[in-house]
């Protein structure tokens, strides 16, 4: 078995079906691919973040309190498990990240699949984790 199946960890596509009524929460294996803060109207700061994962690329937005919490994580080329919600609006489903932690933290240490993710490039990220977390 493969280390993001044995930590629970979805597909982005799992999640957005998993929300077609509403919304769902789930951890997703994913990379960092950019990040945009801004201010909100009252001053609290907040975050669009792309984010890459073996199906493909897909925004989140991170609120204040979640973004004081893992900002130190949120940088292009992390490889993290993130938590996401995912709420279903009419025919559009949008993304919340509520929490992230490095992959590393979340798997045993010295795993040799981390060492490999940290050192790919994001294509070859994508092609990894397809392989060894989602190959059936």
């Not at 509403?22 to 691919?33: L, M, N, P, T, Y």
């Not at 309190?65 to 130190?72: F, N």
Request: charged share 30%; net charge positive; with cysteine.
């Amino acid at each position: 078995t493969d280390e993001l199946k044995k930590l629970g960890a979805k597909t982005i596509s799992d999640l957005a079906t998993a929300a077609k009524d509403g919304r769902a929460e789930g951890d997703i294996g994913v990379v960092v691919k950019g990040i945009r803060v801004r201010r909100s109207k009252s001053g609290n700061p907040f975050a669009w973040v792309e984010f890459s994962e073996p199906a493909g690329d897909f925004d989140a937005t991170v609120f204040s309190e979640a973004l004081q919490r893992c900002r130190d994580l949120l940088t292009p080329g992390s490889v993290l498990l993130v938590r996401l919600c995912a709420e279903t609006n009419e025919s559009d489903v949008r993304f919340t990240c509520e929490g992230a932690r490095s992959l590393d933290s979340a798997t045993a240490a010295g795993n040799r699949m981390v060492r490999e993710w940290h050192s790919a490039d994001q294509s070859g990220f994508r092609r990894r984790l397809r392989h060894c977390a989602y190959s059936r």
